[in-house]
């Protein structure tokens, strides 16, 4: 709640806008400012980098979705398949932190890397973003987050040490994602995909962290759990102080 979103907030409310509060703390500011919203009640966070409040906020957008679709338009056989893999997420996330032996494996062995790329399309472009976020504020290692291709000065720079983190789940985008790795391999470039276990294509990368995928809409979240603990690891590999960092 910096001061910044708070005079925001403020300035909606002085035009006459309706405003809606989604936070973690009871009684916080926006939360008293508001007068509505929901609490995404994901506890106190221990560290300063937010992880369980940005996944838990995803997962109360989505909630939010359903029920103005619900309202109108939305496919109700697609209203109950989205529930339904909301109420698989918890025993999802545990099985990833079951194997995150996997993980750490993966982020010990690029960690001596200095820049990273993040892609994601769609509802993935977030997840990149907040992996590559992620990845700074702990580790302090350079990383951007693209769309999905790399155009012109960004594909410039990829070689075989400026690695890309691909999040390539079960969506529409899928073959273009695809089509991207193929591009960065074409420059010696090295990527990690963040794919579903059963992905027929996972060979095309050079390492990868998977997820027993669920359904399109929910995947984004167990993909960002994968992309926060990645950057962990690194940062534990590093000898960073994570729950505080600089």
């Known amino acids: 709640e910096t001061a910044d979103a708070l005079d925001s907030l403020k300035i909606v409310k002085e035009q006459g806008g309706n405003v809606f509060g989604i936070v973690n703390v009871p009684g916080s500011a926006i939360a008293r400012t508001t007068g509505q919203g929901l609490y995404t009640r994901a506890g106190i966070e221990v560290g300063v980098a937010s ?25 109700y056989r697609r209203y109950r398949e989205i529930l339904s893999g909301l109420e698989k997420l918890p025993d999802a996330i545990e099985k990833i932190l079951e194997k995150k032996s996997e993980i750490q494996k993966v982020a010990n062995n690029f960690a001596h890397y200095k820049n ?11 997840i990149a973003m907040e992996g590559s976020l992620k990845l700074k504020e702990i580790s302090y290692i350079h990383s951007e987050a693209y769309a999905g291709e790399l155009k012109h000065g960004s594909i410039a720079l990829i070689d075989h040490n400026f690695p890309t983190i691909m999040v390539n789940g079960k969506t529409s985008l899928y073959e273009k994602n695809i089509s991207s790795v193929q591009e960065i391999k074409a420059r010696d470039g090295q990527v990690i995909g963040v794919v579903a ?46 729950d505080k960092p600089r």
């Open 116 to 126: 990273f790329f993040f892609l994601g399309r769609g509802a993935e472009l977030p």
């Open 51 to 75: 992880t369980k409040a940005f996944t838990t906020q995803v997962v109360t957008f989505l909630i939010m979705a359903l029920h103005l679709g619900k309202r109108r338009n939305l496919d």
């Open 197 to 242: 276990s059963d992905d027929p294509k996972k060979d095309m990368y050079d390492a990868v962290m998977t997820f027993d995928s669920i359904q399109s809409d929910v995947d984004p979240i167990l993909e960002v759990v994968i992309l926060q603990l990645f950057s962990y690891f690194v940062a534990l590999h590093l000898d960073r102080e994570i």
